[in-house]
């Protein structure tokens, strides 16, 4: 193994363990495609989430301050709408950022798997 | 919301929690970039963990049947070598391309975002 790789280069410390999680990187993803914010049940469908699910994880992204919950009413009925947070926002593309770079360095490993073995010989030193 | 949309497009079914694991995704994607298998120290060191963490994932993954830990000698020193199976490698390019496709949205919807409002207006019904 070269000695010059950096201290743990497949230790991916950006992945950010509230948002790795899978069903919050749906949420995430989906409220990122709707800045104006999203109703619970709109959140519920596109995400494949039971209520209970979804409660729980909208409060855990919360607490986290990566989203905003406003609970109000539409005529009679309650209506709880989620935003993303401008610090929520940076949050997530940081993670997507370490997100990318993972895929990219998985997508590279596998290419030179599948290359003819002449194409990795090394550099001659 | 359109109607249009799959039951629920973001819900990543996909992402397989086995792999999804974020020391584990590490320690796949470093043993993707070495095809003939890693040493037990150097798995450490490439993914930055103890060796007890490192122990409780390779457990993980090889119960799931996605590597194989060869336990042996080098000279007389016990040696552990641990490398991707064929179902794993398969696995795990499954995983990737779920992942990708997420990376792809979000980095959709974060440039939706930004765009002057004009751009966003929907289309004419």
Chains 1, 2 share one sequence.
């Not at 409220?31 to 699910?53: I, R, V």
Request: aromatic content about 6%; some cysteine.
């Amino acid at each position: 193994m070269p000695k010059t790789e950096s201290a743990a280069p497949f230790s991916y410390e950006g992945l950010d363990r509230v948002i790795h999680e899978k069903a919050r990187l749906g949420l995430l993803t989906s409220l990122m495609a709707h800045p104006k914010g999203l109703a619970f049940n709109d959140l519920k469908q596109l995400c494949g989430l039971t209520d209970g699910n979804l409660s729980r994880h909208l409060q855990v992204l919360q607490d986290a301050g990566l989203i905003e919950v406003i609970k109000g009413y539409e005529g009679n009925r309650p209506h709880t709408q989620c935003r993303l947070t401008k610090a929520g926002r940076a949050r997530f593309l940081d993670y997507l950022s370490v997100l990318e770079r993972l895929v990219r360095d998985a997508a590279k490993a596998a290419e030179a798997e599948d290359a003819p073995p002449g194409r990795l010989r090394p550099w001659p030193a």
